[in-house]
């Protein structure tokens, strides 16, 4: 099973690369997701496609084309809901004939860590569904996100609902892929944080 949890800050600074995963990686190894010990290589055939797209994915460039299903969550939720499935369904026969990356997301509430596992669990899940459809697990990959493309000025649950996501996307699709944007250094002004009343922490997506 092919598995890849891109942490916030790997992601950052591999917008502007090809590769999918940092140098040195193994996804097959245990503690990286796969099954094999620290030796174990990825011998997977190299598809610039696939790389190209999920660079695409890691900068929030993807093409509205490429994209086949966008399946919502609920808040805290990773299982596909009843209303999302007819979704999946209509994408499925797509799906059996081609690649895919399924790209899971949260919004900004919780903690990069929790945001991150829960990203993932809906990508699986909608894999998982999937693979009950008769799509084949070694023709997906999954990429967690986690909140890194999340509107942080999302105010409440309502207001975030639109980062509660998976999408589904065709590592075989034709068109043009636009080339990452490059990633700006963070402007600092050394001003201090406005002394407003912040919001109370929230430990759960």
């Known amino acids: 099973m092919k598995r890849f949890t891109f942490l916030l800050a790997i992601a950052a600074l591999s917008v502007g690369c090809t590769s999918r995963i ?3 990686f ?7 997701g ?11 055939s190299a598809n610039a496609r ?33 209303a999302e499935r007819s979704k999946v369904d209509a994408v499925a026969g797509r799906v059996k004939a081609t690649e895919v990356i399924i790209a899971g997301y949260t919004d900004h509430f919780g903690t990069e860590e929790y945001n991150l596992g829960l990203s993932d669990r809906r990508a699986q899940s909608v894999r998982d569904y999937l693979v009950k459809l008769g799509a084949n697990q070694t023709q997906s990959e999954i990429m967690a996100l986690g909140s890194q493309h ?16 998976a999408i589904i996307v065709d590592v075989n699709y034709s068109g043009p892929v636009a080339a990452p944007a490059a990633v700006k250094a963070p402007v600092r002004s050394g001003a201090a944080p406005a002394s407003g009343a ?3 922490p929230v430990t759960a997506l």
């Open 22 to 24: 940092p140098d040195g």
């Open 26 to 32: 193994n996804p097959l190894a245990s503690g990286n």
């Open 34 to 44: 796969g099954n094999g010990g620290a030796g174990v290589l990825d011998t997977r």
């Open 50 to 82: 696939r790389d190209s797209l999920a660079a695409a994915i890691r900068a929030g460039n993807v093409p509205p084309e490429a994209i086949l299903a966008t399946v919502y969550f609920d808040f805290d939720k990773y299982t596909v809901s009843a």
């Open 150 to 165: 999340a509107d942080k000025g999302a105010a409440g649950r309502q207001s975030g609902a639109k980062d509660r996501k």
């Open 198 to 200: 912040a919001p109370a």
